[in-house]
């Protein structure tokens, strides 16, 4: 079975642009996260999903950070425009199960670099 | 605000050791409790977890203790081996939302 599947796995881009990062879920899974790890922060939550619907956005941290899901398999994260710290690994993780207790199955990450 | 706290940030272990990784937490509200392995490059991969009406669970090399009263848990890994080299993060849950701890990051030298 296919796991999560990220994309671009590196993405090197210049201060202003926008960049958009893809994640396809397991099948069959409901719920959708979005995570930033970071040296200084490590992993932190932007947002969750649970059946398409975003539950809990409060870890995005401004407004140049939108999340999407335009069906029950994909996800996009657009940062527009991008700042140097930004620069992090963006993990897309699905879950079965909505509100109940379970494994997060990550994807291999998205490695973001904002010159 | 800070809901998981982990320690320690790195630590290294002869191969053959006891690794042992601990983690506090604040909201009584969590029901779920994980520990998550990653190796460079990748993603986090559960190792295993841990609900709080149990005080110990255990998966081969592999222990997490729960004190519920103390809002602590830990992670054993008996007989650590270089594979193990990695970080490892404990987790808490609350409504199917995960907060990760800070990660450890664990060497075992041969």
């Known amino acids: 079975d296919a796991g999560v599947i990220q994309s671009p796995r590196h993405e090197v881009t210049e201060m202003g642009q926008e960049v958009t990062l893809r994640c396809k879920l397991i099948s069959g899974h409901n719920s959708l996260f979005w995570y930033r790890q970071t040296m200084m922060r490590g992993l932190e939550l932007l947002i969750y999903?649970?059946?398409?619907?975003?539950?809990?956005d409060s870890g995005m941290p401004e407004d140049r950070f939108s999340a999407k899901m335009p069906n029950a398999s994909f996800s996009t994260l657009k940062i527009q425009p991008s700042e140097p710290r930004d620069s992090a690994v963006y993990f897309c993780?699905?879950?079965?199960?909505?509100?109940?207790?379970?494994?997060?199955?990550f994807g291999e990450g998205s490695r973001l670099t904002v010159l | 605000q800070q809901q998981v706290k982990q320690s320690p940030q790195s630590l290294i272990v002869q191969k053959g050791g006891i690794s042992i990784i601990n983690c506090a937490y604040e909201n009584t509200a969590f029901d779920y409790f994980p520990w998550y392995q990653q190796f460079p490059g990748k993603g986090p991969a559960l190792l295993i977890a841990?609900?709080?009406?149990?005080s110990e669970k255990k998966e081969g090399r592999f222990t997490i203790s729960f004190n519920k009263s103390a809002k602590q848990f830990s992670l054993h890994i008996m007989d650590s081996q270089p594979g193990d080299s990695a970080t490892y993060f404990c987790a808490a849950s609350v409504a199917g939302k995960s907060t990760f701890g800070d990660g450890t990051t664990l060497t075992v030298k041969p």
């Open positions: 993780a699905s879950k079965k199960g909505g509100g109940i207790p379970g494994e997060l199955f």
């Open positions: 841990i609900r709080p009406d149990v």
């Open positions: 999903f649970n059946n398409n619907v975003p539950i809990d």
